[in-house]
Structure formats: C-alpha cells, structure tokens
C-alpha cells in the first residue's frame, strides 16, 4: 500500500492496514495519548492511542523530520 491510498482509507482500515504492513518502530508520549510510530512501504505512520483508553482516535502519515526524530534521534529516515 502506498502513502496515497493510505490517505484514503478510514480510520479503521488506516489501523488495519498497520498492523499487516507495519513495522513498529517506537512510542512517545504527547498530551493524552501514547503515539506509537510504524515503518510502512514508501511513508511513517503514526497511530494515535487514548492513554488509559486504549481506543485509536487518529492514524496517520507522518513527513516531518522534527516529529520522526522525537522518537529515536538517529531513525534511518529512508521509507
């Protein structure tokens, strides 16, 4: 799946599509959520999880640098 037709999915299937193509890469904290990042073919995404919940409000691309390297400061940034 590449990042275009990653954007056009719902939610549902964005978290779906994750955890069958993703490579889980780490966590950080921001606000009320645990954000977990993932490696998929060609993009980064995040998935947005409820600390204390556990319900995905937002999965999503990620392509700022700034955001990749709050979680592993030397990530490989290639896709």
Do not use: C, S
Request: hydrophobic share 45%; net charge negative; charged share 30%.
């Amino acid at each position: 799946m590449n990042e275009a037709a990653f954007r056009a999915l719902g939610r549902k299937d964005r978290v779906l599509a994750v955890k069958r193509d993703g490579e889980f890469l780490g966590t950080r904290v921001f606000g009320g959520y645990h954000v977990h990042l993932y490696r998929m073919p060609g993009f980064f995404a995040e998935v947005w999880m409820r600390i204390g919940i556990g319900t995905v409000d937002f999965a999503e691309v990620v392509t700022d640098q700034d955001i990749l390297l709050e979680y592993v400061p030397d990530l490989d940034l290639r896709p």
